[in-house]
């Protein structure tokens, strides 16, 4: 099983809202992604979290706010978001360590208005 | 400064015929490569993998070809299936303490024609 699942699928909100995007694995995978991608364009990554902690944070704003509860579950928090922030929002995991496949989810489609 | 390359943006093969994805890189510190394919307004699929140690890897239909010293990679899909058109990326890892860090290139859009 490589599947990855994340909620909701799709997502509008206003500048003022605050909303969060979810994110599932049961591969027992120990590393978790966040990605963003505009059309047209490759996935970029915004953040990983290996064993629980993040470890890497590609100078995202912060109103992207990360976390990760435990080992199967990733939570992207939203709050005063920009028009432009309008994108796919993908969801990764990965074995770590040896295992550099990555295996994405299906994405959250975000509108801000 | 784009570590990972695809060319070209867009690719049109006929049902049947050999498709062929092709990937450069400038990065030496890459040793290891995977392919992916994506459908709109979906998550990226993992399709297939290839060692720097390997020059070639196969897989049903796809096969992955490495040229080291090229710094070059293709994804050959054969034979081509309507259901292969989406985008292609080729990606490399690098480590990052204890996960991994994809550079993706920017894709290639195949259509396989009937």
């Known amino acids: 099983d490589t599947e990855v699942t994340q909620t909701p699928k799709h997502l509008v909100m206003g500048m003022t809202n605050k909303k969060s995007l979810k994110c599932e694995q049961h591969?027992?995978?120990?590393?978790m992604y966040w990605y963003k991608q505009k059309a047209k364009k490759p996935p970029e990554l915004m953040f990983v979290?290996?064993?629980?902690?993040?470890?890497i944070n590609e100078s995202v704003p912060s109103r992207f706010s990360p976390e990760c509860p435990n080992s199967s579950l990733l939570n992207l928090h939203l709050h005063a978001l920009q028009p432009e922030d309008s994108a796919l929002y993908l969801c990764?995991?990965?074995?770590?360590?040896?295992?550099?496949?990555?295996?994405f989810g299906p994405g959250t489609r975000l509108t801000v208005t | 400064d784009q570590q990972v390359k695809q060319n070209s943006p867009s690719l049109s093969v006929q049902e049947g015929r050999i498709s062929i994805l092709n990937c450069d890189y400038t990065?030496?510190?890459?040793?290891?490569f995977l392919w992916y394919k994506k459908y709109p307004a979906e998550g990226p699929t993992f399709l297939i993998s290839?060692?720097?140690?390997?020059d070639k890897n196969e897989d049903g239909r796809f096969t992955v070809f490495l040229n080291k010293s090229a710094k070059h990679l293709s994804l050959h899909i054969v034979p081509s299936q309507p259901g292969d058109s989406a985008v292609y990326f080729c990606?490399?890892?690098?480590?990052?303490?204890?996960?991994?860090?994809?550079?993706f290139g920017t894709g290639t859009r195949l259509q396989v024609t009937l």
């Open positions: 990764a995991s990965s074995q770590g360590g040896i295992g550099r496949e990555q295996y």
């Open positions: 591969m027992g995978h120990r590393a």
């Open positions: 979290y290996s064993y629980e902690k993040l470890s």
């Open positions: 990065n030496s510190m890459f040793d290891y």
């Open positions: 290839i060692s720097s140690i390997k």
């Open positions: 990606a490399a890892p690098l480590h990052a303490g204890t996960a991994s860090k994809l550079t």
